[in-house]
């Protein structure tokens, strides 16, 4: 039987498949336009949020005096800021600052577990201070890693110290900015050692942060740069330039940073008094720093590295207390000690009135 092809009669098959294939073809158009819509949106939304962050969200936090809601900030937010990186320009800057922050989160739990292991000793509990301490050499391993990721976007944004350049300041912020990735440069290096194992940072880092802070106006940054770069001396041999002197820089240092409202300096000054073993010094500093606060206000523009100076001061305070008590510094009393002999008290006889 023979069989005739039919022009007016469509093809079922012919139509569907053409229809399939415009479908798909609208498709590619409409989701390919989609994501570049969305690419334009996510890079937008990016820069405006590391500027937002960099220009408002940050001086905020500096005028602020919670520490601890900083710290909080920091964990929380910066998978979602860094994570605008895929999308814009990596935010190196305000990863400075991400990243330094959640390391000192790291590193205030590490004294946590610092206190829990000297509280177990003096109560002579040797495997709950063993398991204290494992706890304290873990969290200073996640504290050196969030460090070292701080200086290596600081180095990113700002070029490597090492090469011995001063980069060109576009505002305090700017330079502030600078400075604490010098700072998670020296913290990465101590959160390391602490640790007791490798976490890739180099460990000339510390005289690189040093001599970088030459590129700082130690005045105008509270004599902070200058405590850093003694600080170095002071712990690392041979560190220390012929004809300086690491503590007396410090002393002027400290005083730089009472009269400022800013007392980082004397953190600084008492890591490099521990590190030496000098307990009377370290008690100095703390009575110093517990004597400041009380009679200078904080600087308004900088409360929150004041208020971070102090939490570290109080930590020191407190691991002092706790190997020789079991306790903190109890409440009220910071720049007081358990063996602080009591003031005398004048007394009069009364037998003699009589």
Same mark, same amino acid.
């Given at each position: 039987m023979t069989h005739f092809w039919n022009p007016s009669r469509k093809s079922p098959f012919s139509t569907r498949r053409v229809r399939n294939l415009v479908a798909a073809f609208t498709a590619s158009l409409v989701l390919g336009g989609c994501s570049a819509v969305n690419h334009v949106m996510y890079k937008t939304t990016g820069d405006v949020m590391q500027g937002f962050s960099r220009d408002h969200t940050v001086p905020f936090l500096m005028e602020s005096n919670d520490v601890a809601m900083g710290c909080a900030m920091s964990e929380a937010t910066a998978p979602l800021l860094?994570?605008?990186? &895929?999308?814009?320009?990596?935010?190196d800057q305000l990863a400075v600052m991400l990243y330094l922050s959640a390391g000192g989160c790291a590193e205030e739990e590490a004294r946590e577990h610092e206190l829990a292991a000297l509280a177990a000793l003096n109560a002579m509990n040797g495997n709950e201070a063993e398991d204290a301490m494992i706890r304290q050499k873990r969290a200073h391993s996640v504290a050196a890693r969030r460090y070292y990721k701080a200086w290596?976007?600081?180095?990113?944004?700002?070029?490597?110290?090492?090469?011995?350049?001063?980069?060109?300041?576009?505002?305090?912020m700017d330079e502030f900015i600078y400075m604490a990735g010098l700072l998670s440069g020296l913290q990465a290096l101590n959160a390391q050692i602490q640790s007791t194992s490798s976490i890739g940072v180099p460990a000339n880092v510390g005289s690189i942060a040093a001599r970088a802070t030459s590129c700082l106006d130690n005045e105008k940054w509270w004599g902070a740069p200058m405590a850093l770069r003694a600080t170095v001396w002071a712990m690392i041999p041979g560190a220390q330039p012929e004809g300086e002197?690491?503590?007396? &820089?410090?002393?002027?240092?400290d005083d730089q940073g009472e009269v400022a409202g800013v007392r980082l300096p004397h953190v600084f000054?008492?890591?490099?008094?521990?590190?030496?073993g000098d307990e009377a010094m370290v008690r100095s500093v703390i009575r110093d720093h517990a004597e400041s606060i009380e009679t200078t206000p904080a600087n308004e523009q900088w409360r929150f590295v004041d208020a971070m100076?102090?939490?570290?001061?109080?930590?020191?305070?407190? &691991?002092?207390?706790?190997?020789?008590?079991?306790? &903190?510094?109890?409440m009220g009393q910071l720049g007081s000690f358990w063996d602080d002999q009591a003031e005398a008290v004048e007394t009069m006889d009364l037998d003699d009135l009589l």
């Open positions: 860094m994570s605008f990186g &895929r999308v814009t320009n990596e935010p290596q976007h600081h180095n990113a944004h700002y070029g490597n110290p090492a090469d011995g350049e001063c980069p060109d300041f576009d505002d305090d002197n690491a503590f007396e &820089r410090l002393a002027i240092a000054h008492a890591i490099a008094a521990l590190n030496k100076a102090t939490d570290m001061i109080v930590a020191v305070s407190d &691991r002092l207390w706790v190997e020789n008590t079991g306790h &903190r510094t109890p």
